[in-house]
């Protein structure tokens, strides 16, 4: 073959090859529920009762609370985790490079005999989410939602307390923060598998200019998760 000719094939080939590259680190269509492998947070405190995690994952298990004393079968209070003193910083960890869209946190309020409030704020990766204190009625359980696109393989979600707050009878407490479950809406973004880079020693210039390429790609990626944080 001649030099040119040769030139132009690799050429192409290396187009179609990283065009094929490029795609396969495309994210998926499809947005649904994506389960953490795990997480880390402050272990809980007690009070009237323990709200310890017992399990390291009461907060993905898919088991969920309901009044804060309630006995559901495992004990008072059993499915809730809750944090009295500080503002627990809960890291999450998925199996893969993730967007995620939405984040629901199963939170309690009750300002009569925790007093357990929503927390001051919630901050998501680098965002910042105030909370009126009102998105949930007092005496009551659900799920606070926040919307935004968080990229990575791991996930910090800082729960702000209020510190010291007067109880309906006026006496100074420090207040509780009460989570049943966290879970999460997304997509997972696929990586190019290493099989997928040209292994022959004739392809070493397609190799190189997929590493190059493949490093801009993951430059622009790392880009738009940093924007898409701030
Ligand atoms: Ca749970
Ligand atoms: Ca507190």
Redesign the pocket.
């Known amino acids: 073959m001649k030099p040119q000719l040769r030139r132009f094939f690799v050429s192409e080939l290396a187009l179609l090859t990283l065009t094929t590259l490029i795609s396969q680190g495309a994210r998926a269509d499809v947005s649904g529920p994506i389960a953490p492998l795990s997480y880390t947070a402050p272990p809980g405190d007690s009070g009237a009762y323990s709200y310890v995690d017992e399990t390291g994952r ?8 309901e009044n804060w004393a309630a006995d559901l079968g495992n004990g008072h209070s059993y ?1 809730w985790i809750g944090w009295q003193f500080g503002s627990p910083l809960i890291t999450f960890q998925f199996d893969s490079l993730v967007e995620i869209t939405k984040i629901s946190i199963g939170l309690q309020r009750e300002e009569r005999f925790a007093p357990a409030l929503l927390p001051d704020r919630v901050t998501i990766g680098s965002t910042d989410f105030p909370l009126s204190g009102d998105e949930l009625p007092d005496a009551s359980w659900g799920d606070v939602t926040f919307a935004g696109s968080w990229i990575g393989d791991t996930l910090a979600i800082q729960l702000w307390d209020h510190g010291v707050v007067l109880d309906h009878n006026g006496t100074p407490l420090d207040d509780w923060i009460f989570s ?2 966290i879970s999460f809406e997304g997509v997972h973004v696929s990586q190019p598998p290493p099989s997928a880079v040209p292994e022959s020693a004739n392809a070493g210039v397609l190799a190189g200019m997929a590493v190059i390429v493949l490093a801009g790609w993951s430059r622009r990626k790392r880009t738009t998760s940093i924007n898409k944080f701030l």
């Open positions: 009461q907060l993905i298990d898919g088991i969920r609370g499915e049943d479950e």
